[in-house]
């Protein structure tokens, strides 16, 4: 398949969005940018391109796919209740990086949920994505845009080793603001829960909606305890090729340094992921800083970039990890999923 990469800001852009709606009204394909990473969109009506999404990704099909509108509005569309809680989040929230889980409406495909009776739903800030929902005229079922397992795309060039081939059209809207993932919170049990943290945080959820249940998946604390609940917490997800290594706490970057020496001592190549102002502190290694570190924005905006660039033959990659507060939990969390929570801590912390 040949695939046409389209990019916007250059004068074209309603032609553009008028492209990608008539190829998703009929069924194919569309990398779409938003505001958190780029996304594999498929029409919701369309089940045939539904499945695609699963074939192309390679990914299991029980694992359910986000839901975007152009609107709150759109939502009744789509789930069968909008409870208040719901209502409140899309006012305060939306369009923005959160997805809200809800009860889904029968006649929505069970292909869009992976079976569950329950949908997940997105408005996102994105201009972009919500002129191409409106342009297609209907909701978008759309992952992130990378095969299964692989670091999200937050950049054009990535898409191009993710799918170049593969869709018939990728529209490229320049780096992702965000760069992590939406925040997922459900609303279908006793207590609204957080699945994925984003750039939603926890106590902003928990301000609105007062107590919020954390998932088990987002901590990673049973992975690092070392019984495996979840089958899913056993896989790597946004991970490179190679075996990656977490430190935590104060003396990380004394102790990677010195695990550092001694890989370089056998031989081994090694990349270390670091915060500013600490490149000089590992000579030898392919170092990548993710920014400062109070600045969680920014490490988020960085994080997969820098661990696709790091996928390049290395033995080892050290990293340090975030303070695991505000976003800072949602980079720490995908951390944890790379290196599949192998997490070393280098010194208590404070109670
Ligand atoms: O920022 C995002 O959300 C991006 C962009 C493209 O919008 N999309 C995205 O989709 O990250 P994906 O498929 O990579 O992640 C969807 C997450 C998965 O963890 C999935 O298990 C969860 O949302 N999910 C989807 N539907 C769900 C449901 N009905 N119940 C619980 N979790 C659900
Ligand atoms: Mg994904």
Redesign the pocket.
Known sequence: MKTELLQLGAGQDAAIYRRAGELLREGSLVVIP?E????LAASIEREGALRSIYEVKGRPSD????V?IAEPGMAARVAREVPKAAEALFKRFWPG?L?V?LPKRPEVSPIV?GG?D???L?C?SSAAAREIIRAAGVPLA???ANRSGRP?PTRAEHLREELAGRVPLIVDGGPCAVGV??T?V?LCGARPRL??PGAVTLSQLRELLGPVDVDEAVTGELAAGSTVSAPGMKYRHYAPACPMTLYRGARAASVMKSELARLIGEGKKVGVICFDGEETLFPGAEVRSIGPRENHLVQAQRIFAVLRELDCGLDRILSVTPDPDGVGLAVYNRMLKAAGHDLRQTEEEEA
Request: charged residues 10%.
């Open positions: 938003t958190t990473v780029y996304g694992n359910p796919l986000i975007h990086p997805t889980v949920s569950l329950t949908v997940a997105r996102p759309a992952p992130s999200s993932e939406s997922v459900s699945l994925r």
